[in-house]
């Protein structure tokens, strides 16, 4: 089995004049909803073999946050790849992983990820309340590689905001 964790960034800051997308941080509440949904995946065992992380600095410093609570923290690779990407891209990122990643986590941006998790979830699995910033969406597969995840090949294990967990 394999587990794929899609994980959007958290809140990031308006870009500022002269600053471009990629130099965009978390705000206060951002850096909150990352430390909690960190906590949140390792009191439930959701501390993935290794992590794809968009190059873009809300994405990094989320995964920093993330990584603080998860023990052992896996091993991060920044990739160009997953920074505004479709759908299409992201699959190619997760279709590159190493036959040893038994689970994955990919953090990310919308609509891609959004899109992305909508189209491996197995038909009849929606995801209504789209994906918000500090999102988790853990969609489970019965195969055997990365390379053969198709559309509607998954199953939605779970989808957690960091607002939900902040309400309970």
Same mark, same amino acid.
């Given at each position: 089995?394999?587990?794929?964790?899609?994980?959007?960034?958290?809140?990031?800051?308006?870009?500022?004049?002269?600053?471009?997308?990629?130099?965009?941080?978390?705000?206060?509440?951002?850096?909150?909803?990352?430390?909690?949904?960190?906590?949140?995946?390792?009191?439930?065992?959701?501390?993935?073999?290794?992590?794809?992380?968009?190059?873009?600095?809300?994405?990094?410093?989320?995964?920093?946050?993330?990584?603080?609570?998860?023990?052992?923290?896996?091993?991060?690779?920044?990739?160009?790849?997953?920074?505004?990407?479709?759908?299409?891209?992201?699959?190619?990122?997760?279709?590159?992983?190493?036959?040893?990643?038994?689970?994955?986590?990919?953090?990310?941006?919308?609509?891609?990820?959004?899109?992305?998790?909508?189209?491996?979830?197995?038909?009849?699995?929606?995801?209504?309340?789209?994906?918000?910033?500090?999102?988790?969406?853990?969609?489970? $597969?019965?195969?055997?590689?990365?390379?053969?995840?198709?559309?509607?090949?998954?199953?939605?294990?779970? $989808?957690?905001?960091?607002?939900?967990?902040?309400?309970?």
């Amino acid at each position: 089995m394999l587990r794929l964790l899609l994980l959007r960034h958290a809140k990031a800051e308006r870009s500022q004049p002269g600053e471009g997308d990629l130099a965009r941080r978390l705000t206060d509440r951002g850096r909150g909803d990352a430390a909690r949904l960190g906590s949140y995946m390792q009191a439930h065992g959701l501390t993935p073999d290794a992590a794809a992380v968009s190059p873009a600095a809300r994405t990094r410093e989320t995964w920093d946050l993330v990584a603080e609570a998860l023990t052992p923290a896996p091993e991060a690779r920044w990739d160009d790849r997953l920074y505004d990407a479709a759908p299409v891209d992201i699959l190619k990122v997760i279709h590159d992983t190493p036959a040893k990643v038994g689970s994955l986590l990919v953090v990310g941006h919308n609509p891609g990820l959004h899109e992305l998790a909508a189209a491996l979830i197995a038909s009849g699995e929606r995801l209504d309340e789209g994906m918000p910033t500090a999102t988790l969406a853990v969609i489970d $597969f019965t195969d055997k590689s990365w390379g053969e995840l198709k559309p509607h090949s998954g199953k939605l294990e779970r $989808f957690v905001t960091a607002r939900g967990l902040a309400a309970d």
